[in-house]
């Protein structure tokens, strides 16, 4: 994905509501208004090395939306990263219960502990300024990271294929069994910062006895810093999981110090070729409604696909395909949008992502481009917001293409922006392929079958089903556990 993935629906809670294990409302409300009247000086994010916290002289600045600096991010030379690969290779796993367990406790204190200087409403305010994503989808980014990273272990049983024991010890392996054994021991993860819920995965490598290495992302550093620290204080070793920012030099050390690497940055797509690299892919979510259904009885799934998660995710829709003419559906879905306010990221009722202005621009002048010989209905000479203080709300944009298999149904950009065209019989499965998430809206079983046969279509979502549907356990680009493990025969009397 272009963009990694993204935090399965969690709708937030209101404000009388807590979800179970959250803070009340009111404390997470306290905890943001103290940080607000705390010093403004920039916070210091070390890196994490194996043998504890590491402040280097060489640091990078993180600026929120505004361009304010609001934190410094210490870069780990080569030198430190190659010491810390090779102290990740020499330690030993825990046993699978303790990794369990450790995991469970880590994913508590994530959701509620002081980690790394920062409370949770502090951490969440500090996500919310950086990425411009709006602080309600923050606040259930957290609980939804916190929920999948406590159940990783059990998700990475459920990747084990069946045939395949968890151990050479188990009696199932006694007379000759399929033993299910990592590919590797150490995992290098490059993981973007467009969302706080792209870290809810790589855990599962520690499930599964990985040694794991993070780089974490210069736009959104503060995720992965809290995330390895709620890993330590759980009970993982330094020398288990480690934080290691830095620049592209020592970013290339950590990934051939590892035995296989994951992640969607610039880094991880130089190597998108190499076998023991999981490159992540561009999302291109979509929804299709054929013609024995009527896409008005499913408008609000349609909007909810467009806009959960502000429209940053991979598994937002970008193409909307119905049977028939497509200008109605697109004349409805950009009446709702141009419905949203413009407001700052912090402001309670924020639904769209805010990105700094010049950023901004540089996306408007991109997707414009991109919209020649489409019909705009919203946003087709602009979409940029100047809130006036360095940075723009991105406002939604709906464009209507004149066929299936129009260039434009690929492109995904991190705002509400989608496109909508005609599908036909004829046109068939070939403008549905390379789809992360497909919501299919029909009756015509056949249809479907070919759908699920598809290999390039991730995940298939059958009826008023939002793209942005997920819970833990289930495969979101496949099941990592696919791609770190392997099984391999044991016998033994």
């Not at 024991?165 to 069994?177: F, H, I, K, N, V």
Request: one cysteine or more; aromatic letters at 6%.
């Amino acid at each position: 994905m272009a963009t990694a993935p993204t935090a399965p629906a969690v709708s937030a809670p209101a404000a009388d509501e807590t979800v179970p294990g959250q803070r009340p409302a009111d404390h997470r409300a306290a905890d943001e208004r103290a940080a607000a009247r705390e010093d403004t000086a920039p916070v210091v994010l070390d890196a994490l090395g194996p043998a504890g916290p590491y402040r280097t002289h060489g640091r990078q600045d993180v600026t929120d939306v505004t361009g304010a600096v609001i934190a410094e991010m210490s870069l780990a030379p080569a030198l430190f990263v190659n010491r810390a690969m090779k102290a990740l290779h020499a330690a030993t796993p825990l046993p699978a219960g303790e990794r369990a367990a450790a995991l469970a406790r880590a994913a508590e204190l994530f959701r509620s502990a002081t980690l790394g200087g920062l409370t949770p409403g502090q951490y969440e305010q500090a996500v919310s300024r950086v990425s411009g994503l709006p602080i309600s989808v923050v606040r259930t980014a957290t609980e939804t990271c916190a929920a999948r990273v406590g159940q990783s272990y059990r998700s990475v049983q459920l990747a084990r294929p069946s045939g395949a024991a968890p151990d050479w010890r188990d009696p199932l392996a006694r007379t000759g069994q399929a033993v299910w054994t990592r590919r590797g021991e150490v995992l290098a993860v490059h993981v973007p910062g467009n969302h706080p819920g792209t870290h809810g995965f790589w855990p599962e490598a520690l499930a599964l006895g990985y040694r794991v290495a993070v780089r974490p992302a210069a736009r959104e550093p503060f995720t992965a810093h809290r995330l390895v620290h709620a890993l330590r204080e759980a009970g993982f070793g330094d020398d288990h999981v480690v934080l290691l920012p830095c620049g592209h030099q020592a970013a290339d050390a950590i990934v051939r110090g590892a035995d296989l690497a994951y992640g969607g940055d610039e880094v991880i797509r130089g190597y998108a070729d190499d076998p023991a690299v999981l490159s992540l892919q561009p999302g291109r979510s979509k929804i299709l409604v054929t013609a024995d259904t009527d896409w008005r009885d499913h408008l609000d799934m349609i909007i909810d696909s467009v806009t959960r998660h502000a429209g940053s995710g991979c598994v937002n829709a970008t193409g909307l395909l119905v049977e028939g003419d497509p200008a109605p559906l697109a004349g409805a879905v950009a009446e709702r949008l141009a419905a949203l306010p413009s407001l700052p990221p912090h402001d309670e009722r924020a639904c769209l992502p805010v990105q700094n202005l010049k950023a901004a621009r540089a996306l408007e002048r991109f997707v414009l481009d991109r919209a020649r010989g489409t019909r705009a209905w919203l946003g087709g000479t602009g979409f940029v917001d100047d809130l006036g203080d360095g940075s723009a709300v991105l406002r939604p944009a709906v464009h209507q293409a004149e066929s299936a298999d129009a260039p434009q149904i690929g492109v995904e950009v991190p705002f509400p922006c989608v496109w909508v065209a005609p599908w036909s019989r004829e046109d068939g499965v070939e403008p549905l392929r390379d789809t992360l998430v497909l919501t299919v809206v029909t009756r015509d079983e056949e249809l479907v079958d070919a759908l699920v046969a598809e290999p390039t279509i991730s995940n298939l979502h059958i009826g008023d089903h939002p793209t942005h549907w997920h819970r833990p356990g289930l495969p979101h680009d496949g099941y990592l556990g696919e791609f770190l493990m392997r099984s391999k025969t044991v016998y033994h009397r």
